[in-house]
């Protein structure tokens, strides 16, 4: 890549954009480094993976309003975790974690557990069981 | 503790890894690129092993797995290396406080996900990212992080936090700095066993997961997604391929242009025209990958998984793989002769 083709297409996404290092050549042919802040088709894939795990996230949402998941569920996906990681950062079995993910079972979960959760998903304890988001 | 802040040279790279070897070192008195680091380490390399997945997606990688380069290059060039890491968190950190009240900038191997001074949409589990502590301010550590134009900051905890990730792989603390620099270096032997590594890494494997031939492997799994795994997936897939060869300290071009800028640099260091002839090859092999990223790109934003399209970025695939299959063959069997 030469310097003066060096992409400075900036990401839509909110909190996104970042200055890179990119090696290029100069117009006598020599490496040398030029800062690129952001290119498209990594934008685009960029974007790409973030919609996937909004609309992830979203549907999540839903499926805990209607009493089908609790609020684990919700904040599993908006940590971009998957049960096994999720198992290992509160020390249980992923059957375990699976449980917790039924509403009733999170009722009945010690005050411990809880505190767990919310330390592993940075929130506290009232955000975890009370988020207006994940009310009716 | 008290305040610390050693006088740390920040540099700003391409990639994390290579990033921190430049910077540490230069600290210890060896002065040493970024794009010198990743060659004499042999860092460039091609992976895909499609059964492998990583959150369900295929694997592909356009570098050697974390920690070889650093492990390489410090073998090469004679640095020794004290490195660690600890059961209990509490340990680590008092192993990290210690250093820093030796007066030792230290290397960490952390999350990205736990870095608050990311931008936010960068911030996934990758449990691999190599940044330097290089002081302490009341409840904040001082961050050399090669990614990043400037230095930073980060709060003790968040560190914590980042330094014990859940996952594969868990860092369990991990830190490292060099302990014996060496006297003198025979640049030319550490470029040279540099090269001849990634030469038969590119070249010579004989299994097709591994090397060029890994690119073509790709490029035939790759013209078959539309109809093997169907419109959403194969766009999936590919947005995964761009960006792994675009996203976070690659440089561009999936580590392509970096390598080219060491072949240039061994070769005006070592006088040598034909290292910077290989180095113009790679740089046009860079372009052609970025040519692909850019067609890619344009798919992946249709959303529409037609086989025509995959057939043509296949075949850029194909060309990309011969073109590197060729470069590094020689590169392999005229090393050792200059």
Redesign the interface.
């Given at each position: 890549?030469k310097k003066e083709e060096v992409p400075q297409d900036i990401?839509k996404?909110?909190?996104?954009?970042?200055?890179?290092?990119?090696?290029?050549?100069d117009e006598n042919?020599?490496?040398t480094r030029a800062?690129?802040n952001g290119?498209?088709?990594?934008n685009?894939?960029?974007e790409?993976?973030?919609d996937?795990v909004n609309a992830n996230v979203e549907a999540t949402r839903q499926k805990v309003i209607r009493g089908e998941l609790s609020p684990i569920a919700y904040y599993l996906e908006k940590n971009?975790?998957?049960i096994p990681?999720l198992a290992?950062?509160v020390d249980k079995w992923q059957w375990q974690v699976k449980r917790h993910l039924k509403p009733e079972v999170f009722q009945s979960l010690s005050e411990q557990l809880v505190e767990k959760y919310a330390y592993v998903f940075k929130i506290s304890v009232d955000e975890l069981k009370n988020n207006p988001l994940l009310k009716k | 503790m008290t305040d610390i802040a050693l006088n740390f040279e920040h540099r700003h790279s391409a990639h994390c890894e290579n990033g921190v070897i430049s910077n540490l070192f230069r600290y210890n008195g060896l002065d040493i690129s970024e794009p010198m680091a990743f060659g004499i380490g042999s860092g460039l390399f091609f992976i895909h092993i499609p059964f492998i997945k990583v959150n369900g997606i295929p694997g592909t990688s356009y570098r050697i797995w974390p920690g070889q380069i650093f492990k390489r290059a410090s073998k090469r060039l004679g640095v020794e290396m004290y490195s660690d890491t600890f059961r209990n968190p509490k340990k680590a950190k008092e192993a990290l406080d210690a250093a820093l009240a030796k007066g030792i900038p230290v290397g960490l191997v952390v999350s990205v996900f736990y870095l608050p001074y990311l931008p936010e949409v960068f911030r996934f589990h990758f449990n691999a990212h190599n940044l330097v502590v290089y002081g302490k301010e009341g409840n904040e550590y001082l961050i050399s992080d090669p990614v990043m134009e400037h230095v930073t900051r980060i709060h003790e905890d968040d560190l914590m936090r980042a330094r014990y990730a859940k996952g594969t792989p868990e860092p369990m603390g991990k830190m490292y700095y060099p302990t014996v620099m060496p006297k003198d270096i025979d640049m030319k032997k550490a470029i040279v066993e540099g090269i001849y590594k990634t030469g038969y890494d590119m070249s010579h494997i004989p299994i097709p997961f591994f090397g060029s031939k890994a690119i073509r492997y790709l490029a035939s799994k790759l013209k078959d997604y539309p109809e093997k795994v169907g419109d959403r997936k194969s766009i999936l897939y590919l947005g995964n391929i761009i960006r792994m060869q675009e996203e976070i300290g690659t440089g561009g071009a999936g580590f392509r242009f970096v390598y080219a800028a060491f072949l240039h640099e061994s070769g005006r260091k070592l006088e040598n025209n034909w290292l910077i002839d290989k180095s113009k090859e790679l740089t046009k092999t860079g372009d052609l990958w970025r040519d692909f990223a850019f067609k890619a790109g344009r798919v992946c934003k249709n959303r529409s998984a037609d086989k025509t399209s995959f057939k043509d970025l296949s075949d850029i695939l194909v060309e990309c793989s011969h073109q590197e299959e060729k470069l590094f063959f020689e590169l392999y069997s005229k090393i050792k002769t200059i």
């Open positions: 890549m990401t996404l909110e909190k996104g954009p970042m200055n890179w290092v990119n090696y290029v050549t042919g020599e490496y800062i690129s290119w498209e088709p990594e685009i894939a960029l790409q993976v973030w996937e971009l975790m998957d990681l290992s950062y | -």
